[in-house]
């Protein structure tokens, strides 16, 4: 038999001697149906026993993106945390502020077979059952079977220390997430225990962009033109004193005003609760931070010789739209006066900066 190069022969030692084989990617459907031209794929996976592990801990279901975490790395489903009112119930920091990016990426890579049996009744989640002892395991278990629920990782690198590239070993740890928040902007030091009371008014609190199906998140002053340079076809702007006509149908549940080019941004959002009537809300994106998105607005709707006027003194400042029925400060329209072509076209609204009316009061003082 004639010997390879030396090359060759360097190669098959380093393949023979590494304790780790390399990683592999995932075949291709085609792939899978031999379509590869007869090489090999290795695919590395793994399986979880427990999956209960890829549950929300709050409300048991099985967890789906977006994932979120807070500072201490409780995770939570996006529902939980909004019924918890953003404040992690095991620690007590705000959750729902940042994305548990690795539990995403795990539980995107999770491959779990039809939980139904055949045989059974239908049901759209199996009870869990519990990971057989060693006994059972031996067949000890009295004839009883022992179904394991089981789901298999395609991609076992999510496992590996992203810095040395070894498989992950507890114990395991993360950056500080206010650590980050304070090397990027925030620099505001406060008394132990405070974190949620500051956290309400920092100007560096994530606000969220307001634009169907967009998941962009950011300090106010990024969204503003994140909205501006990617979402531009659907806002509207307007300026600071000067009433303008607003035009929705009832389909349209929310309208973006933008002030000038990359200015703060204001939902109107209206609901619709038949048989009482129409609600109107006019909310500010902004964290509540001293200085920021502070407005005045005075909201008309007229109708076959009724007008309704709803005067607010200062805008609510909010930092994600919420598609819920308001209960507070809010303009309601009664639904025997309402257009019943569905279009607003008596609905105008009137903007004014707070900032604006308190220097113009200084400068009449002086």
Not at 68 to 97: E, M, R, W
Not at 254 to 268: A, E, I, M, N
Request: with cysteine; net charge negative.
């Amino acid at each position: 038999m004639v010997k390879g190069t030396n090359a060759e022969q360097a190669l098959a030692r380093e393949e023979a001697s590494s304790s780790r084989p390399k990683r592999q990617r995932v075949p291709s459907i085609v792939e899978e149906e031999g379509e590869n031209g007869g090489g090999d794929v290795v695919v590395r996976s793994g399986t979880l026993f427990e999956l209960d592990l890829l549950d929300c801990p709050i409300c048991c279901n099985a967890l789906t993106i977006p994932i979120f975490q807070c500072d201490k790395g409780h995770i939570a489903c996006s529902s939980c945390c909004t019924n918890v009112s953003n404040k992690c119930p095991y620690c007590s920091l705000a959750i729902g502020n940042y994305r548990s990016r690795i539990m995403e990426r795990v539980v995107e890579a999770f491959i779990v077979r039809c939980p139904i049996v055949a045989g059974e009744a239908s049901s759209s989640r199996q009870k869990r059952l519990r990971v057989p002892s060693i006994d059972e395991e031996n067949g000890e278990n009295g004839g009883r079977d022992v179904v394991v629920p089981s789901g298999t990782l395609s991609q076992l690198d999510l496992l590996d220390c992203p810095v040395c590239s070894k498989a992950l070993k507890i114990s395991i740890f993360q950056q500080s997430l206010f650590l980050a928040k304070r090397q990027n902007g925030c620099t505001e030091t406060f008394s132990y225990g405070n974190e949620l009371v500051h956290e309400k008014k920092c100007s560096f609190a994530l606000c969220y962009c307001p634009a169907p199906n967009c998941n962009y998140a950011g300090v106010y002053k990024d969204l503003y033109s994140h909205y501006a340079a990617n979402h531009k076809k659907l806002w509207t702007r307007f300026s600071c004193g000067y009433s303008m006509h607003v035009c929705m149908d009832f389909e349209s549940k929310s309208l973006v005003l933008q002030q000038y080019s990359d200015g703060p941004l204001v939902v109107l959002q209206c609901f619709k609760e038949p048989p009482q009537g129409l609600f109107w809300t006019v909310n500010c994106i902004a964290p509540s931070a001293p200085g920021v998105g502070k407005f005045s607005y005075e909201l008309s709707y007229s109708t076959a010789g009724n007008t309704l006027t709803f005067r607010s003194s200062e805008m609510n400042r909010i930092q994600k739209v919420s598609f819920q029925t308001p209960e507070k400060d809010f303009m309601f329209i009664p639904e025997y006066i309402l257009c019943p072509m569905g279009l607003y076209k008596g609905t105008y609204i009137c903007i004014r900066s707070l900032e604006e009316e308190e220097e113009e009061e200084e400068d009449n003082e002086d």
